[in-house]
């Protein structure tokens, strides 16, 4: 993944500036953070040469870094005078530029004042240690919460079955703790009552069946209808995975209400019944949005990191890594996963916080012990036979199978997803959610491997075979020692297992298809992960009896011919579900360092790496997109893929709005009275106006954002004695001749707000070299000139819209700005 360095520095001592690709500029004191080195974009822009310069009380001229007016006296930002200036209207893109700048000025002025006292030095180490703390409280919250909803989850998807009539809060594992031996197929267990048991009836027979099976169907209605009802009411933004507007999100994008409280609480409610409701879905996804509702409501309480979207980035990267540590108990995973496939932005301190807060994570959640074991992972493996090289072939080939089933769930449920955006379907949410609930109880409860926690089907498949009477280790063979149990014919209940066990895969691939996306929490690595255990199982037996059958093969004489247990059909199992998940995400390192955490299997880390390369090219040479890519596309969300290559031949001129020929609002920098810039704002949309000289001239003078324009003149109407509507507006910087001598009301100078450094292209400029500039600097938008003289602005909605139009796509998916 591309990264882009955001510490731009820029001085703009006359309009007449000169950009020097390489140069460094210091903020003439001196910077011990050492954050001040740059590299400047040449803008190609020429400023008007009669323009006065502007020296500070030192006799020097003043600096501005990335356009916000910073005095070497007082090292502060005029602009944070007026209330708002530096925050974003919600489904806005934010200026990475900007907030970085900002913060680098901040830091400036609090290393500099350490030396004036103590309790400014107590300031500067408390800034310097605030991230720290930040990712600490996350990571502390994010261990609680997450063992919470376990312990919940466990709990009420047992309330399906039975309950517990000593203690009705115990899960049936708690419950039966006594009797010591839990197996997949419930044996007698005293202290657990099933519900045909508390009316009377017996635990077996068809009166109990009928009984166990209206309960687990009313149960999964209950906790459906709950959770819908919970997330249409509260909090709207809690359904669904989260992943795709979390990397949204990341990558720059506001979303108001998103991360906030509500969505946090009716999001680990929801989850818990949707998760108990017995739906195709997983909570792993979930987690991650839910540790980062965390991190983004902690944020606030360091100003640092609240008041400015840029640096929140940071803290909600490592949330994200958090999320993955508790859901999989994977902190190295989740930290991966952050940096490959969420983050647009991140640097090595964030790499550094985000282990951190994955590692606290992690710990807690330990120390929690939801699930009852020594263990934190979710499906830790006993064996640790070594692979056999031969097995790499069915290794690849379950690879290829995992990116065939990754894509067909993809299609369909994209498919079926912009059927519901566009249909009187998305109208009924909860109806929806009760009809998926419905078919799904109905048709899970009659097969066994459907009926269970979709959890413990997994580790069900992962398992090896030992004295047990699942079906699934029927076979025919004489049992001295659990730990050499050699190869032998599979018995009926193995055969018997395997068509159960297809007709589970077909079941749940299609209720996935239908769920993932419904108006619930719902995640979806634990339905991909059982979409690949069921083949990788099924072909993991299949190898085994091959080598049982023709033991003196070529194939298998050399490898299998001194080992009593050859072949371990729970890695098979253990292979394919990387596949499919690796498949359906697009995860490559992560998905591997996840799933040697989440099985304790590092011996099969090249099995695993072979399925996931395999299921990826697999995936790319069937379809363009993982699925949270393809659910930001159908969103319309503005999200420049980083991975993403351009390979067109189009010119900036080409892009930029308005075309040739047509009028470009422009704002000039001291001919336009307060009138005429509010009838320009409400004449148009732009969320911002180049400033030129005059109109005739059109030379660039700076670039001015709406939402500011709008705060300063309601301000200075509040707070300027004398501003009327035919008060002169002043962008020059220093005044001009019009301070000077004003006739009428006073004039209005809002030279604090302008950007005297806007990121600039010529006409003439590549799209290539455009997109990298907007993908590595994260831009807003950029100016367009021409010899100097303003022609047009891209914004980051023009690009992504050419884009699209280049792919012979529909430009007009991309809907916000």
Same mark, same amino acid.
């Given at each position: ?19 020097? @690709? $390489? ?15 740059? !590299? ?43 209330? *708002? ?27 500099? /004042? ?127 995975? $989260? ?98 496939? !969420? ?59 995992? $990116? ?103 079941? @749940? ?32 037996? *299949? ?5 049982? /059958? ?184 220093? $005044? ?39 993908? @590595? ?26 884009? /699209? ?13």
């Amino acid at each position: 993944m591309e990264r882009f360095p955001l510490k731009a520095t820029k001085m703009a001592a006359t309009y007449q500036s000169v950009y020097k @690709k $390489g140069t460094s500029q210091g903020n003439g004191h001196g910077d011990p953070s050492g954050e001040d080195d740059m !590299v400047n974009i040449n803008t190609g822009s020429q400023r008007a040469a009669d323009t006065p310069t502007t020296p500070t009380s030192h006799g020097t001229f003043q600096l501005y870094e990335h356009g916000t007016r910073y005095s070497d006296a007082s090292a502060t930002c005029e602009a944070d005078d007026i209330p *708002g200036i530096g925050q974003y209207e919600d489904f806005h893109t934010i200026d990475w530029q900007r907030d970085i700048a900002r913060d680098r000025m901040r830091h400036r002025y609090i290393v500099k /004042k350490r030396q004036d006292s103590i309790w400014d030095l107590i300031k500067g180490a408390h800034d310097a240690w605030s991230g720290w703390v930040c990712v600490l409280l996350v990571g502390i919250c994010t261990g609680v919460v997450a063992g919470v909803i376990d312990i919940g989850a466990s709990w009420m998807t047992d309330l399906k079955f039975g309950i517990c009539p000593q203690a009705f809060w115990f899960n049936r594992e708690q419950c039966c703790w006594s009797n010591d031996e839990i197996t997949f197929d419930r044996e007698n267990c005293s202290e657990w009552l099933t519900w045909p048991q508390v009316f009377g009836e017996s635990r077996d027979g068809p009166g109990a069946y009928i009984i166990s099976y209206l309960f687990y169907i009313v149960w999964a209605l209950t906790f459906a209808a709950l959770s819908a009802s919970l997330v249409r009411m509260f909090a709207p933004y809690a359904c669904g995975s $989260g992943i795709p507007e979390i990397k949204t999100i990341l990558s720059g994008f506001i979303i108001r209400g998103y991360l906030g409280k509500w969505t946090l609480i009716i999001k680990s409610v929801g989850l818990i019944l949707s998760v108990s409701a017995g739906l195709s879905l997983g909570k792993e996804g979930p987690m991650v949005h839910i540790a980062c509702c965390l991190g983004n409501i902690l944020s606030y309480l360091f100003p640092k990191y609240g008041r400015n979207e840029a640096k929140k980035r940071e803290i909600l990267s490592a949330a994200a890594a958090a999320g993955v540590s508790v859901a999989f108990g994977a902190p190295i995973g989740g930290v991966l996963f952050s940096l490959e496939e !969420v983050s647009y932005y991140f640097p090595l301190k964030t790499l550094w916080r985000s282990f951190f807060c994955a590692l606290i994570a992690a710990f807690i959640l330990r120390s929690i012990n939801p699930f009852g074991n020594e263990h934190l992972v979710l499906f830790y493996v006993e064996y640790n036979k070594p692979w056999k090289f031969f097995e790499l072939i069915p290794f690849v080939g379950l690879g290829i199978i995992g $990116g065939c089933i990754a894509t067909i769930f993809i299609k369909a449920n994209i498919y079926w997803c912009r059927y519901r955006k566009y249909s009187k379907l998305g109208q009924y949410p909860v109806m929806e959610v009760l009809v998926v609930t419905l078919v799904t109880a109905i048709i899970a409860y009659p097969n066994p491997y459907t009926r269970m926690n979709t959890s413990q089907l997994i580790y069900l498949l992962f398992n090896q075979c030992g004295i047990s009477n699942s079906p699934l280790c029927d076979y025919k063979r004489n049992f001295t020692d659990l730990n050499t149990i050699e190869n032998a014919v599979a018995g009926d209940g193995v055969y018997r297992a395997m068509w159960l066990l297809t007709l589970a895969l077909i079941l @749940k691939l299609v209720m996935t298809v239908f769920t993932f996306g419904i108006k619930v929490p719902c995640g979806l690595f634990i339905p991909s992960l059982a979409l690949g255990a069921i083949p990788g199982r099924i072909v993991g037996i *299949g190898v085994e009896q091959l080598a049982n /059958k023709y033991p003196k093969s070529w194939l298998f004489s050399g490898e299998c011919s001194s080992d009593d247990d050859c072949i371990t059909p729970g890695l098979y199992a253990m292979v394919g579900a990387a596949a499919v998940l690796g498949g359906v995400t697009r995860m490559t390192v992560s998905l591997v360092v996840i799933m040697f955490e989440l099985t304790g299997g590092v011996r099969y880390i090249v099995p695993l790496m072979a399925a996931a390369m395999a299921s990826k090219w697999v995936g790319d040479a069937l379809g363009k997109q993982g699925i949270y890519d393809a659910h930001i596309a159908l969103n319309g969300y503005p999200f420049l893929d980083s991975k993403d290559e351009f390979q067109h031949t189009s010119l900036a001129a080409d892009v930029m709005q308005p075309k040739r020929n047509e009028t470009l609002s422009v704002i000039t920098q001291d001919s336009m009275t307060v009138d005429d810039v509010e009838t320009l704002l409400k004449e148009t949309e732009h969320n911002g106006y180049p400033v030129v000289v005059s109109k005739e001239s059109q030379y660039l003078v700076g670039f001015v954002l709406r939402r500011d324009l709008n705060l300063a003149i309601a301000n200075a109407r509040r707070t300027i004695e004398g501003i009327t509507g035919q008060s002169v507006v002043i962008f020059a910087v220093g $005044g001009g001749p019009t301070l000077a001598n004003p006739i009428g009301p006073p004039p209005l100078p809002l030279a604090r707000i302008l950007d005297l450094a806007p990121i600039t292209v010529t006409d003439q400029t590549p799209m290539e070299t455009v997109v990298d500039m907007f993908r @590595k600097l994260g831009l807003r938008q950029t100016l367009v000139t021409h010899n100097g003289r303003l022609l047009g602005v891209i914004t980051k909605k023009d690009v992504l819209r050419h884009v /699209k139009q280049m792919d012979n796509e529909d430009p007009n998916s991309v809907l916000f700005n």
